[in-house]
């Protein structure tokens, strides 16, 4: 009776330690997922940080396109302005020397 009891004892370890085999390989391979997701949420980032970067850098530039037409007719302006001021001058001597 002692022996069919180690015997029984003895196949139900073996049994635990398949069930234990079982469930450290789904642990195992969860542990991996884990990490795969955790180096596709760094790279993630990364990606999020570069295409933040040359939003940045492109909103610069774009700063710059939309300031050059402004920049262009203030020195239209100017120039138009002088030149009135330039031809009433003139025709301020011009009245003055007769």
């Known amino acids: 009776m002692e022996n069919e009891q180690v015997s029984i004892m003895l196949t139900q370890h073996d049994q635990k330690l398949l069930g234990l085999e079982r469930r450290m390989k789904a642990v195992e391979e969860t ?6 997701l955790a180096i596709a ?8 940080k570069n295409m933040a970067e040359e939003q940045k850098d492109q909103g610069m530039r774009l700063r710059t396109l939309e300031a050059k037409p402004a920049h262009m007719w203030e020195t239209v302006i100017k120039t138009i302005v002088t030149g009135i001021i330039g031809a009433l001058i003139g025709a301020v001597v011009t009245l003055i020397s007769k």
């Open 31 to 36: 542990q991996k997922q884990i990490n795969d």
């Open 41 to 48: 949420v760094r790279e993630l980032a990364l990606s999020v």
